[in-house]
């Protein structure tokens, strides 16, 4: 009964975001590439974690300070660049894969399963810190709520602005500038949400900045879909 419970809380915050996005679209994709799609995100965090762990060492030798904007902007480059790499391999050989709006839609899936993956290790980490020794429940459901409303919204809305800008890509019959340009612009947005998470004292300051990325990104939606019109 525990293990479905840390399941069910660890898989929810991504389905209830999921349903967020894509409830309603007209657009619809096969669920079995979405559920390949959301897998491939597991497989983005496990690359993304192999690479960040020796790198962390390189930044330190080099005398970049943990937890600095650099060494974020360092480790946001290697997860969006990740998950983009990922979910380009999982479409290649999709023969759904057809509207600009694609881009966007599958690379928000595999940052859904990239999350996932995340709150499973966020889960783990719980059971070595002391304060939460006899309330393990309770401090995994308050996690997930941080996670939901910080680190998996964020995950989705930077694998967005990737999206989008790979859309824009196929639209301009691929000149990488576009993609190039949304892989750094997503990247900064990912170091900044982080820089604010543990710069900066009021949660504020982060809701306020992940609305404002969350207006911009179903901007870019509400263009891509007037496009596939």
């Known amino acids: 009964m525990t293990i479905i419970f840390l399941i069910l809380v660890i898989i929810l915050p991504e389905i209830i975001w999921f349903l967020f996005y894509f409830a309603g679209r007209t657009h619809k994709e096969p669920l079995l590439w979405l559920i390949l799609t959301f897998i491939g995100g597991f497989l983005a965090a496990f690359i993304s974690f192999a690479i960040e762990y020796p790198t962390e060492s390189v930044l330190i030798s080099i005398k970049?300070?943990?937890?600095?904007?650099?060494?974020?902007?360092?480790?946001?480059?290697?997860?969006?660049?990740?998950?983009?790499?990922?979910?380009?391999?999982?479409?290649?050989?999709?023969?759904w894969f057809k509207a600009p709006i694609d881009a966007m839609i599958y690379m928000v899936v595999t940052s859904l399963g990239f999350a996932a993956l995340e709150?499973?290790?966020?889960?783990?980490?719980?059971?070595?810190?002391?304060?939460f020794e006899n309330n393990f429940f309770s401090a995994v459901l308050i996690i997930m709520l941080l996670r939901f409303i910080g680190a998996t919204l964020l995950h989705s809305l930077s694998s967005a602005i990737v999206g989008y800008y790979w859309a824009m890509d196929i639209i301009h019959f691929f000149q990488r500038r576009y993609l190039i340009f949304g892989l750094i612009l997503a990247s900064f947005v990912h170091a900044l949400f982080n820089v604010l998470i543990y710069q900066f004292g009021p949660i504020s300051y982060t809701i306020l900045f992940l609305v404002i990325l969350g207006f911009w990104v179903f901007g870019d939606f509400e263009k891509l879909r007037q496009i596939n019109i």
């Open 64 to 95: 970049i300070l943990k937890y600095s904007p650099i060494y974020f902007l360092v480790f946001a480059i290697v997860e969006e660049t990740t998950k983009f790499a990922v979910t380009y391999l999982a479409t290649s050989r999709n023969k």
């Open 119 to 131: 709150n499973l290790g966020a889960v783990f980490t719980i059971k070595i810190e002391p304060i």
